[in-house]
């Protein structure tokens, strides 16, 4: 199974070839790391010191592991640390956030077995640790062994996931095998990995470290730059839509015009931020056939920002620092059956938060949000509904103070109940990383055989 996999994976990697040249030679974010993803890194000295691999996916999974890096490096300064990527924002992220905590960030390289062992023999990990389940099956096999330790650390499993897995129960029960430690975020979790045929004692759950992210993180300079550049006051609120996918833009934009018609005084601004940057150009256009005022955060600085009525946040990395400006935050991804994006930065900004009805991406997080009162989230909806649902919803909640306050509230103090899974990965990870650092030591202290 495991040599269909790898022909499936090249079949369909020379089938996106033209793609990949011509992105390359637009410099577009599929060519993007080309070579590494090939498995071609700069040469990484081994040293003396044994070597942690985290790998984040994107964007969500690379924020995620702020608190957690700060932590490794707390309690393990004996390790060196490497962090690789899938995806272009996600690596832009990683170089800028993790400039002085890693000693390589890099692409994630495509799973064949040559490009996994090339950058195996290049770094020679001691310890593999993935975030949220990212099950590369050549990956975690060549990583285990290769000697290295595997964990999967903040894992979540929907059960979306889990149903197309099970698709092939053999060869990902093989894959798991290969896994030493699986730390879930939540119980549900725990027990889809587990039905995927990891053994039960190498499951544990310790929550989402998400929760553990810095509450002053929320508002920097860039916050002010922002807040300055366009002008963002309370007589104008501001509404955020994050992280969103298509056509949710677009019901967005007609549930705007709805509530800055209908406003009587204080009409609102709208920001979007959607969540793929290739989609940039496409909701531009959008925008532009409103017919509303509009301005783009990738422009030079004009006048029209400071009266810009639509904001396109066509950016990248700047999406937190955001948040403290809004006066709402709809999280996108969830008025379609995508499954949502995560609430909790919007939730650490201490904020009002309206998700759709498709949240099962996050499903425990939504239904403790939801049990405390934390967040609105939209029914079920046909699409000839959204509009007018969510103008329905932003418009009470702007004209409802107490309401907003309650709320943002509430999402706060969900977060900081929730504090600690960062810490309680640290714990599960001490005799792995313990064990692997003496060893590490030992194998580097023998006397020469000569």
């Given at each position: 199974?495991?040599?269909?996999?790898?022909?499936?994976?090249?079949i369909s990697f020379?089938?996106?070839?033209p793609?990949?040249?011509?992105?390359?030679?637009r410099?577009?974010?599929y060519?993007?790391g080309?070579w590494q993803?090939l498995?071609?890194l700069?040469?990484?000295?081994?040293?003396?010191?044994?070597?942690?691999?985290?790998?984040?996916?994107?964007?969500?999974e690379?924020?995620a592991a702020?608190?957690l890096v700060?932590?490794?490096l707390?309690n393990?300064?004996?390790?060196?640390?490497?962090?690789s990527t899938?995806?272009r924002?996600?690596?832009?992220?990683?170089?800028?956030?993790?400039?002085?905590?890693a000693e390589?960030?890099f692409?994630?390289p495509?799973?064949?077995?040559f490009?996994?062992?090339r950058?195996?023999?290049n770094?020679?990990?001691?310890?593999?640790l993935?975030?949220?389940?990212?099950?590369?099956?050549?990956f975690?096999?060549e990583?285990?062994?290769s000697?290295a330790?595997?964990?999967?650390v903040?894992g979540?499993?929907?059960?979306?996931s889990?149903?197309?897995?099970?698709w092939?129960p053999?060869?990902?029960?093989?894959v798991?095998?290969n896994?030493?430690?699986?730390?879930?975020q939540?119980q549900?979790d725990?027990?889809r990995?587990?039905?995927?045929?990891i053994?039960a004692d190498?499951?544990?759950?310790?929550g989402n470290?998400?929760?553990d992210q810095?509450?002053?993180?929320?508002?920097?300079?860039?916050t002010e730059n922002?807040?300055?550049?366009f002008?963002?006051?309370?007589?104008?609120?501001?509404?955020?839509?994050?992280?969103?996918?298509?056509?949710?833009?677009?019901?967005?934009?007609?549930?705007?015009k709805?509530?800055y018609?209908s406003?009587?005084?204080?009409?609102?601004?709208l920001?979007?931020a959607p969540r793929?940057?290739?989609?940039?150009?496409?909701?531009e256009?959008?925008?532009?056939?409103t017919?509303i005022?509009?301005?783009?955060?990738?422009?030079?600085e004009?006048?029209r920002?400071?009266?810009?009525?639509?904001i396109?946040?066509?950016?990248?990395?700047?999406?937190?620092?955001?948040?403290?400006l809004a006066k709402?935050?709809?999280?996108g991804g969830?008025?379609?059956p995508?499954?949502g994006?995560?609430?909790?930065e919007?939730?650490?900004?201490?904020?009002?938060?309206?998700t759709?009805?498709?949240?099962m991406?996050?499903?425990?997080?939504?239904?403790?949000?939801?049990?405390?009162?934390a967040?609105?989230?939209l029914p079920?909806?046909?699409?000839?509904e959204v509009?007018?649902?969510?103008a329905?919803?932003?418009?009470?909640?702007?004209?409802n103070?107490e309401?907003?306050?309650?709320?943002?509230?509430?999402a706060?103090a969900?977060?900081?109940?929730?504090?600690?899974?960062?810490?309680?990965?640290?714990?599960q990870l001490?005799?792995?990383l313990?064990?692997s650092s003496?060893?590490?030591?030992?194998?580097?202290?023998?006397p020469?055989?000569?």
């Open positions: 199974m495991f040599f269909l996999y790898s022909l499936l994976l090249t020379l089938f996106l070839l793609r990949f040249l011509l992105d390359a030679w410099k577009g974010k060519a993007a080309f993803r498995g071609s700069p040469e990484f000295p081994r040293g003396e010191k044994p070597v942690i691999w985290l790998h984040c996916v994107s964007v969500g690379t924020n702020r608190p700060n932590k490794i707390e393990f300064p004996e390790y060196r640390l490497v962090i899938t995806t924002t996600g690596q832009n992220l990683a170089r800028e956030i993790f400039a002085d905590s390589l960030v692409y994630m495509f799973d064949w077995k490009s996994v062992r950058v195996l023999r770094i020679k990990p001691d310890v593999v993935i975030m949220e389940t990212e099950l590369w099956f050549n975690i096999r990583s285990k062994e000697g330790i595997v964990v999967i903040n979540r499993l929907s059960e979306n889990l149903n197309r897995y099970l092939i053999k060869t990902i029960r093989c798991l095998q896994i030493d430690l699986a730390l879930m939540g549900k725990a027990q990995i587990v039905r995927l045929g053994r190498k499951v544990n759950v310790t470290v998400k929760f810095n509450f002053d993180e929320t508002k920097n300079g860039l922002l807040q300055r550049r002008a963002i006051t309370k007589d104008a609120p501001l509404i955020v839509a994050s992280s969103t996918h298509a056509p949710e833009e677009q019901w967005i934009l007609q549930a705007f709805k509530v018609k406003s009587t005084e204080n009409p609102p601004r920001l979007i793929h940057p290739e989609r940039f150009a496409e909701v256009k959008l925008v532009k056939e017919g005022d509009w301005a783009k955060r990738s422009e030079t004009s006048s920002d400071r009266s810009a009525k639509v396109l946040l066509d950016s990248i990395g700047e999406l937190r620092a955001i948040y403290s709402i935050v709809f999280v969830s008025l379609i995508h499954g994006q995560s609430i909790l919007p939730a650490i900004a201490e904020k009002p938060i309206v759709g009805f498709y949240t991406n996050f499903e425990a997080a939504t239904k403790e949000f939801l049990n405390q009162n967040l609105i989230q079920k909806l046909a699409e000839t509009v007018e649902k969510l329905e919803t932003f418009s009470q909640l702007l004209q103070q309401a907003r306050q309650t709320l943002a509230k509430n706060l969900v977060m900081r109940k929730n504090r600690g899974a960062t810490e309680k990965t640290i714990e001490k005799p792995f313990q064990n003496t060893k590490t030591f030992s194998q580097n202290n023998q020469d055989a000569s």
